[in-house]
C-alpha cells in the first residue's frame, strides 16, 4: 500500500512517554526529507531504525527518496523555526513553512515527506506527511507548507 495519509510514528509517542529516547524537537537538527509513491509509510513500526531515515529494512530509504542533490538535498532540508505550543487540548508542534529549495529546483513525484531526527544515531522519524498525490516544480521553489494545525499534533482526552 503506498501513500494514503500522515502520521506521527506510535515508536516516537511511546519513547517520548517512557522517556527511553533523547529526541528533542527544540534543540535537535530536524529535517525533512521527500518521498516518492514507493514509499510505504507505517506508524505502526517497532524499532527507530524502521522508522528513521535511511535505516536498514526502513522504507525511508535513499533509493525511495526524491531530491535533485543541489537545491533540495539527500537526506532532507532542515525544519526551522520549529515551536510547541500547548493549547485547549492539543500540543501542535509547528515550524516555518519551509524548508524552501533554491529557485532552481527541478523535482518530479514527491507524494509526501519523513520529518525526522537527524541529532541521533538511527535519525528515527516524528512523523510523515502526505501531500495528497504528485507534487513537482521545475525550476523553481520547492516549499513544504505545513497544515494550519502544525507538523504534527497530540489530543489530549480523558479516558
Not at 510514528?9 to 526529507?33: G, H, L
Request: proline residues 3%; negative net charge; charged residues 15%.
Amino acid at each position: 500500500m503506498a501513500w494514503s495519509g500522515s502520521s506521527i510514528f506510535r515508536r516516537y509517542v511511546a519513547e517520548m512517554v517512557a522517556n527511553s529516547s533523547a529526541f528533542d524537537w527544540d534543540a535537535d537538527t530536524v529535517k525533512v526529507a521527500l518521498y516518492n509513491t514507493t514509499t510505504t509509510p507505517d506508524n505502526d513500526v517497532t524499532t527507530d531504525v524502521l522508522s528513521g531515515y535511511n535505516g536498514s529494512g526502513s522504507q525511508w530509504v535513499v533509493a525511495n527518496e526524491v531530491s535533485d542533490g543541489t537545491n533540495w538535498d539527500v537526506a532532507g532540508e532542515p525544519v526551522t523555526g520549529r515551536t510547541l505550543t500547548l493549547a485547549a487540548d492539543t500540543i501542535p508542534a509547528d515550524a516555518a513553512d519551509t524548508p524552501q529549495s533554491g529557485a532552481s529546483c527541478t523535482l518530479a513525484g514527491v507524494f509526501g515527506c519523513l520529518v525526522y531526527d537527524d541529532t541521533l544515531t538511527n535519525k528515527p522519524g516524528f512523523c510523515y506527511n502526505y501531500f495528497g498525490g504528485s507534487q513537482s516544480v521545475t525550476a523553481g521553489n520547492f516549499t513544504v507548507t505545513w497544515h494550519a494545525n502544525g507538523i504534527f499534533r497530540f489530543t489530549v482526552t480523558q479516558a
